[in-house]
């Protein structure tokens, strides 16, 4: 195919649309950082200008009979490259608005966690989110986005739970290596044990070799702890610092390069006041069988990753994340909403 300029070998016409090309090609590249406005007006100033050369190429080769003729085909012309060029640019600036509108709710809260838009850049905004697991000591998983790593981050979901036993919960796991069987990673489990608790977890190998307890209600008394309420969980992992927020509160930090230290126990349950009332007997025993079966599983578990810490390296930078859900009998349902990931920039 013969180049399109090959029949009209005007100098100044080729050197209108050369101009015209790059500009075209600087506008597309440089869309992020150049206003509409100005570009619309640059667009619009170099059309007339390529309309103008047309015109008085075509003028000094032709009769004042085709001056006519090229004045409305130089000008059909700069209407349709400003036409091309104008809707490239409302397009690129419609996207920037969705784009804007969709982040807008995950730049509002950054604050919450002592970050702004200038922090760095959304990682992911997730659809809702349902898990649901049953049996003894099973744990599933779910992430639209598992191609996606994460070192330094902010993370955070509403999380709507129905758990049968205290024990069992929902929340993240992070930096993992992604290991099905011996996984290398970090977990922050929610469970409704002791009016709400939260235990981080690392595992190293499959094997637990660190962990720390937390009671929300201590610094947040918004957060629920009964079946199908909802609080937002949140954590932000900077190197060795893990930051752990219940709806928009600080509860606890965790050190990584630390040992595990010591699990903090609840009180006991409180028996009922009529010693009469055989349904609230019940109930008080079955909450002392199970908050006894809980503790002494703390302290098992204390010991575990106090020897598999000294052993293993247990310090993780970076890997996958997904949300979590973990039962230890029963049914677990995990509902997460509003989840996103920002990534932090140094």
């Not at 919450?112 to 992911?124: I, L, P, Q, R």
């Amino acid at each position: 195919m013969k180049p399109y300029f090959e029949s009209r070998p005007s100098k100044t016409l080729m050197l209108g649309f050369m101009i015209l090309s790059v500009l075209s090609v600087l506008l597309q590249g440089c869309g992020q950082n150049t206003q509409s406005n100005s570009s619309d007006a640059t667009v619009s100033a170099l059309s007339q200008a390529i309309a103008g050369t047309a015109t008085a190429e075509k003028a000094n080769a032709s009769s004042a009979g085709d001056l006519a003729t090229a004045e409305a085909e130089a000008t059909q012309q700069s209407q349709n490259i400003s036409a091309t060029q104008t809707a490239q640019l409302a397009g690129r600036d419609e996207t920037k608005l969705a784009t804007a509108t969709i982040t807008a709710p995950v730049v509002a809260e950054l604050p919450t966690y002592g970050f702004d838009a200038s922090s760095g850049k959304v990682g992911w905004i997730h659809d809702p989110l349902n898990l649901e697991v049953s049996g003894y000591q099973q744990t599933t998983f779910g992430n639209d986005f598992m191609n996606i790593t994460a070192k330094d981050f902010v993370l955070a979901a509403d999380l709507t739970w129905n758990t049968q036993y205290g024990d069992s919960g929902c929340g993240f796991m992070f930096r993992s290596d992604g290991n099905q069987q011996k996984p290398n990673q970090y977990m922050l489990i929610a469970t409704r044990f002791a009016n709400g608790r939260l235990v981080f977890t690392a595992l190293a190998d499959g094997e637990l070799a660190n962990m720390r307890h937390f009671y929300p209600r201590e610094s947040d008394r918004s957060f629920e702890w009964q079946n199908d309420t909802t609080n937002r969980l949140g954590i932000v992992a900077r190197g060795n610092l893990i930051e752990v927020y219940t709806n928009g509160l600080k509860i606890g930090e965790i050190d990584t390069t630390e040992p595990p230290k010591q699990p903090i126990l609840p009180p006991r349950p409180e028996p009922p006041l009529d010693k009469n009332d055989s349904a609230a007997q019940k109930a008080y025993e079955d909450h002392i069988a199970e908050y006894e079966d809980i503790v002494q599983q703390a302290q098992s578990n204390f010991t575990v990753a106090k020897a598999n810490f000294q052993e293993r390296d247990v310090v993780f930078t970076e890997g996958f994340l997904g949300m979590l859900a973990v039962t230890q009998g029963g049914q677990t349902t995990c509902k997460f909403d509003k989840a996103w990931l920002w990534l932090l920039e140094p």
